[in-house]
Nanobody, 122 residues
Framework: QVQLVESGGGLVQPGGSLRLSCAAS????????MGWYRQAPGKQRELVAT???????NYADSVKGRFTISRDNAKNTVYLQMNSLKPEDTAVYYC????????????????WGQGTQVTVSS
């Protein structure tokens, strides 16, 4: 089907920046929406940002003005630029993609990456 591989997480001080990347691979016919979600210890997974194939974006209120999602359709890759990071941004960040893949026929997919840890701490 479709696999997602994330990269770019790590440890950063408050106020710092990180850039996450997520590349989709497989028998992709088309990708509709791509997005980033996060899950902190003891909390439910929550939406961070999403982007459609046409470039429309949606952000959680907690990250508006600090995070920017972007997408390279030719590379089937989505990015998350995170600036002015806060300790409360600490979480495992997951990439998600929704679209169509080719097998014996065209079928829908909804795939998740394995997650990348982002830790904001001094």
């Amino acid at each position: 089907q479709v696999q997602l591989v994330e990269s770019g997480g790590g440890l950063v001080q408050p106020g710092g920046s990180l850039r996450l990347s997520c590349a989709a691979s497989g028998s992709i016919s088309s990708i509709n929406a791509m997005g980033w979600y996060r899950q902190a210890p003891g909390k439910q997974r929550e939406l961070v940002a999403t982007i459609t194939g046409g470039g429309s974006t949606n952000y959680a209120d907690s990250v508006k003005g600090r995070f920017t999602i972007s997408r390279d359709n030719a590379k089937n890759t989505v990015y998350l630029q995170m600036n002015s990071l806060k300790p409360e941004d600490t979480a495992v960040y997951y990439c998600n993609a929704v679209g169509l893949y080719r097998s014996s026929r065209i079928s829908p997919f909804n795939s998740w990456g394995q997650g990348t840890q982002v830790t904001v701490s001094s």
